[in-house]
């Protein structure tokens, strides 16, 4: 942003910045006063005034001041997200919280001529171009799993053999693995339906590299729904059960397996545990993209032990640089805890809280997981399964319900959605739902019937617009014609009655919540193409630019219990915005993602950028 002089009488305005109130001076005016000072003097005066100018300059930022305001020089390009006052000039500031709202006179009057604060007021004023917007939130996502994926991404491999060549890369540039052949090798990203012939990977196509024949390596797919082993991790976790139930371990012609573990099979797999010094790398390396996208509120989908433990350490240290809602894993396999553990609400001074139980319906669509009613259409001999028995579902909601737990269910397939459903309806008879707000995690593949069910339920659907986009390529092959058209179907869900709260599912997709609002509004990739033109992939399902923006703003909020205090830009809300650098709720669609965060606040201070 940029603080341009005030163009109201000075008389009228009490600032402390120094950079609002710089005088302009004539050649003449200065000439005539250092006319007077010999030499030395004037050298010393020179000196001072030169560092006074480089101290003053607009391009140093000077530190925000505990009350200041954020106004716009041309017009109302505050989008406070509130029905009351949608838009506003200024927004003012005081400590952690929003005190006022409104245009640039009323608050000079309310505040500054008044001097109702406790000094006077900082104004900071934004570029032309500029807009704020409340703090932007990802309703699904996994923050540790990020950070590790940064360790080794393999997305940009478009083949088995390129994917290989990456590991190898990886041990090579390592010399903590080249020399400890026993150390575990992690990666993330590979995406069979990318490939030229959409085939599933074999431990044989790593070990016949020399680099990493012997080595455990575990390589876990774009979706996060297939795990690719060496023959080594193989050995290592052996023996393998023959079936499990949710779960899928491919085999050879022989019976052995193969090289690629589906969905409940992964959790059959022994690794160590990531120490401290790992899980703080990992989400050192997530926050600083968090933040630099404009996301202060997170909702981490799964948090296993380990992970809980982490952020409640980080939160009592005040570690904590976002907003994280988490989702306690639901593993059916151990006892049932929701009656012998707190909910975390508010800890870290609002930073963390940790209030839903994740619960996995089925697996994905793009690894064949997602459970249908009818087989799919590119493999007819299967329907997908089930991840959890539906009688487990049957008896464990109403228990986290009874306890206070919110219950966040991930489900991909018509089926699944329609197991999940019918649970909820006998779980939330006569109950308080906004007491409740259960959520179903991407509500992928519906029919026309549950489609109408969720709205009357009141169940949110947590949806994820950049899995569409992608998805977009392969559905129709993997779904037929006529049921690919219930897929993603927001417009569907939303005039049906159903909250949506958006996120992204990171690493799985692109952190950036603006590639999410893109494809919301458009149906398009980011080049602006779709398998149906130019005009997006089924464009009746298309969201507007507001309601893109409310599902990353207060239905978030709603979504994680935090609508009172995050979502909007109102007074008495905690202060988190982010400045944008053009107006994404104007612009041309193909200019969007140009756009950049100027600055990320929390808490009304600076997290990224500057103000």
């Known amino acids: 942003m940029s603080e341009l002089r005030k163009r109201q009488d000075p008389g009228k305005i009490a600032d402390t910045d120094p950079q609002n109130v710089l005088p302009s001076r004539s050649t003449s005016v200065l000439s005539s006063v250092l006319s007077g000072f010999d030499r030395p003097r004037l050298v010393i005066l020179i000196c001072l005034a030169a560092f006074a100018a480089w101290f003053l ?7 925000l001041s505990h009350s200041y305001a954020v106004c716009s020089s041309s017009g109302a390009r505050i989008y406070t ?32 001529a008044r001097n109702r604060l406790r000094s006077s007021l900082q104004i900071r004023y934004l570029d032309e171009s500029s807009i704020v917007v409340p703090g932007l939130s990802d309703s699904h996502a996994h923050i540790l799993e990020y ?67 012997g080595r455990p390596v575990i390589l876990q797919s774009k979706d996060g729904h297939a795990l690719w082993l060496s023959n080594e991790t193989f050995a290592l976790n052996s023996p393998w059960p023959s079936e499990i139930e949710g779960g899928v371990i491919m085999r050879d012609s ?40 404009g996301l202060t509120s997170v909702h981490d989908a799964g948090f296993k032990p380990i992970s809980l433990e982490f952020f409640t350490r980080q939160a009592a240290a005040g570690n904590l640089p976002f907003r994280i809602y988490g989702m306690r894993y639901f593993n059916e396999n151990d006892p049932y805890w929701g009656n012998l553990s707190e909910p975390i609400i508010n800890a870290g001074d609002g930073r963390l809280n940790a209030r839903s139980v994740k619960i996995f319906a089925d697996g994905a669509l793009r690894s064949g997981g997602a459970a249908l009613h009818e087989p799919y259409h590119d493999n007819p001999h299967t329907k997908g399964f089930m991840r959890v028995d539906p009688k487990v579902l049957t008896d464990v909601v109403p228990k986290f319900l009874r306890d206070g737990w919110q219950v966040n269910i991930h489900a991909i397939g018509d089926y699944a959605n329609g197991v999940v459903l019918d649970t909820f309806e006998a779980a939330l008879k006569d109950v308080d739902i906004t007491a409740l707000r259960p959520r179903l995690e991407h509500a992928q593949i519906m029919t026309q019937s549950d489609l109408e069910r969720v709205g009357k339920l009141g169940v949110i659907s947590s949806i994820q617009p950049t899995h569409a986009i992608s998805d977009m390529w392969f559905a129709e092959e993997r779904l037929g014609p006529e049921r690919v058209k219930g897929l993603y179907a927001f417009r569907s869900l939303l005039d049906h009655g159903s909250r949506l709260a958006i996120g992204s599912d990171f690493p799985v997709e692109d952190m950036n919540p603006l590639a999410g609002f893109h494809a919301a509004i458009t149906r398009l990739s980011p080049e602006g193409q779709s398998p149906n033109g130019p005009s997006g992939w089924f464009p009746e399902q298309r969201l507007t630019r507001m309601e893109a923006l409310r599902g990353m703003t207060i239905d978030a909020a709603y979504a994680s219990f935090t609508e009172d205090s995050l979502g909007s830009l109102v007074p008495g809300k905690r202060a988190d915005y982010v400045v944008l650098s053009q107006d994404i709720m104007t612009v041309p669609v193909d200019q969007i993602l140009s756009t950049k965060v100027q600055a990320t606040v929390i808490d009304g201070r600076v997290a990224f950028g500057h103000v």
Request: proline fraction near 6%; aromatic fraction near 4%.
């Open 81 to 112: 997200v509130d029905h009351a006052v949608p838009n506003a000039q200024c927004l003012v500031v005081d400590g952690s919280l929003i005190l006022d709202i409104g245009s640039l006179d009323d608050i000079m009057e309310r505040w500054v």
């Open 254 to 293: 022989s019976g052995n397996p193969s090289g690629v573990i589906l969905d409940k099979a992964q959790d059959l797999l022994q690794k160590p545990a990531p120490t401290e010094q790992d899980l703080v790398r990992h989400f050192d390396a997530t926050v600083k993209d968090v933040l630099s996208h």
């Open 147 to 213: 950070g590790a994926s940064k360790q080794l991404l393999l997305e940009s491999a478009k083949t088995i053999k390129d994917t290989v060549a990456l590991v190898r890369q990886h041990i090579l540039d390592n010399d903590d693995i080249l020399n400890d052949p026993s150390k575990f090798i992690e990666g993330w990203g590979w995406d069979h339906t990318s490939w030229p012939v959409e085939e599933w990977p074999t431990s044989d196509d790593l070990d016949m590299d020399p680099i990493i024949r």
């Open 57 to 63: 300059s607009p391009e140093k930022t000077s530190s």
